[in-house]
Nanobody
Framework: QVQLVESGGGLVQAGGSLRLSCAAS????????MGWFRQAPGKEREFVAR????????YYADSVKGRFTISRDNAKNTVYLQMNSLKPEDTAVYYC????????????WGQGTQVTVSS
């Protein structure tokens, strides 16, 4: 059974940094995509970044490009989202999600971690 557990959220002032972690378990994840998404109150969930598990190739939403960095540690089965130069509009619940190569659909989701950026 695949399980994703996020951690690292919190309250930070604008301009600050946070690092989110997503620990994955339950199977091997080679060729999988691991993505980060976020949902702010009253808004739809939006894509933030993704990484391919084996190659480590990243892809970012325009809104976070240059400020956020996604990375993975294969030995720990963990994906990270380093968030720098945070803005109040980055406030949201952040979720990690896993997409198998057979479908490229994010079928597995974590419980979410709250990030609040104060102005």
């Amino acid at each position: 059974q695949v399980q994703l557990v996020e951690s690292g959220g919190g309250l930070v002032q604008a301009g600050g940094s946070l690092r989110l972690s997503c620990a994955a378990s339950g199977r091997t994840f080679s060729s999988y995509f691991m993505g980060w998404f976020r949902q702010a109150p009253g808004k739809e969930r939006e894509f933030v970044a993704r990484i391919t598990w084996n190659s480590g190739f990243p892809y970012y939403a325009d809104s976070v490009k240059g400020r956020f960095t996604i990375s993975r540690d294969n030995a720990k089965n963990t994906v990270y989202l380093q968030m720098n130069s945070l803005k109040p509009e980055d406030t949201a619940v952040y979720y990690c999600a896993l997409a198998p190569p057979s479908t490229l659909k994010y079928d597995y989701w974590g419980q979410g971690t709250q990030v609040t950026v104060s102005s």
